[in-house]
């Protein structure tokens, strides 16, 4: 078993940006890919962006290209978002994810360890 722990959100005026971490516990010996995805309001759960277990991979949703950056650092079994250029639309329950795999993916149904969501809320 995995648990991972989110931290970072929070409130911004638009333009700003914000640092997620994700902190992995449990099983983790294994450099598996991770995943960052996000849920608004009354929508489904989103892919946002995608991280291989070497770190070499990286894959973004077209909406966060430019503006979010993905890293981990496994010597801390944690995983990153970066988010500049903060927009209203980007509101959101944040999740970190983590594949039993080492390959990216941006399907949310191959990840297997879900963290319990950070919120973050860009104001206009």
């Known amino acids: 078993q995995v648990q991972l722990v989110e931290s970072g959100g929070g409130l911004v005026q638009a333009g700003g940006s914000l640092r997620l971490s994700c902190v992995a516990s449990?099983?983790?010996?294994?450099?598996?890919?991770m995943g960052w995805f996000r849920q608004a309001p009354g929508k489904e759960r989103t892919f946002v962006a995608t991280?291989?277990?070497?770190?070499?991979?990286?894959n973004y949703a077209d909406a966060v290209k430019g503006r979010f950056t993905i890293s981990r650092d496994n010597a801390k079994n944690t995983v990153y978002l970066q988010m500049n250029n903060l927009k209203p639309e980007d509101t959101a329950v944040y999740y970190c994810?983590?594949?039993?795999?080492?390959?990216?993916?941006?399907?949310?149904?191959?990840?297997?360890?879900w963290g319990q969501g950070t919120q973050v809320t860009v104001s206009s």
């Open positions: 994810a983590a594949r039993r795999a080492f390959t990216i993916s941006s399907d949310a149904s191959e990840y297997a360890y």
């Open positions: 991280i291989s277990g070497s770190t070499a991979y990286t």
């Open positions: 449990g099983r983790t010996s294994s450099p598996y890919a």
